[in-house]
């Protein structure tokens, strides 16, 4: 079937009118650099802290957990433990109790970049924490290079659980024996096992590990 002469004008004009491939590759290459320049630009958001009441809230607490590509959650516990104070999440704002300056609050995110985000070998923030058995890993996207990260400070509430240490030497009193013949400590969550201890005596002891609430000892 033959097509009439209007049809044959509309497809030459699209094509006269389209970007030359020139022109695409042109805008292909402007949004590649503007990724490149995204990264190298790479700066902490600003928190935006104000009191409200007998709390600081975190206004854009998880603008800035994803802006580090990093669990809020994880960020909060830093936070908490930094500022020394319990708090929550709520509509992707922190709050914490207690009144505390913005520039505080602002640098304590700072030093959470510096040692949770930025690759210390070559700047990046592309990177990712992982855990590495039970050392958390910092590992960098761009320069592939890893470094183990520091234990983020217990807040004041895990002090009270995180009383027990493991290479800690600390004198216990058995209290009773297991079934394999062990001295045995409870104390709150933890039951701590020391070899070759009866009930009612006093040891020295070495924590050689903690898994949960299970406490391994040397006897000293
Ligand atoms: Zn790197």
Excluded at 39 to 53: D, L
Excluded at 73 to 79: A, P
Excluded at 157 to 162: S, V
Aim: proline share 5%; hydrophobic share 35%; net charge positive.
């Amino acid at each position: 079937m033959p097509l009439g002469g209007p049809f044959y004008l509309w497809p030459a004009n699209l094509v006269s009118m389209s970007p030359s491939y020139e022109e695409l590759l042109k805008k292909a290459y402007e949004n590649i650099t503007e990724i490149g320049d995204a990264t190298k630009r790479f700066t902490v958001p600003e928190g935006k802290v104000f009191i409200e009441g007998k709390t600081t809230v975190l206004e854009n607490f998880a603008e800035i957990a994803d802006t580090l590509n990093r669990d809020p959650d994880h960020l909060m516990k830093y936070l908490l433990g930094e500022l020394g104070t319990a708090g929550k999440i709520e509509s992707g704002r922190a709050i914490f109790n207690g009144k505390f300056e913005k520039t505080y609050v602002n640098t304590i995110i700072k030093n959470y970049v510096a040692e949770y985000v930025m690759c210390s070998e070559c700047g990046s923030p592309d990177t990712q924490l992982r855990k590495d058995g039970r050392v958390a890993v910092l590992r960098c996207d761009a320069c592939g290079g890893h470094r183990p990260v520091k234990k983020r400070k217990a807040s004041r509430g895990e002090e009270k659980t995180a009383k027990y240490t493991e290479g800690a030497e600390i004198e216990v009193e058995i209290q009773s024996i297991s079934k394999r013949g062990d001295g045995v400590v409870k104390d709150g969550p933890y039951t701590m096992y020391v070899a070759g201890a009866k009930p009612g005596q006093k040891v020295k002891v070495r924590i050689s590990r903690i898994a949960g609430s299970i406490i391994f000892t040397e006897r000293l």
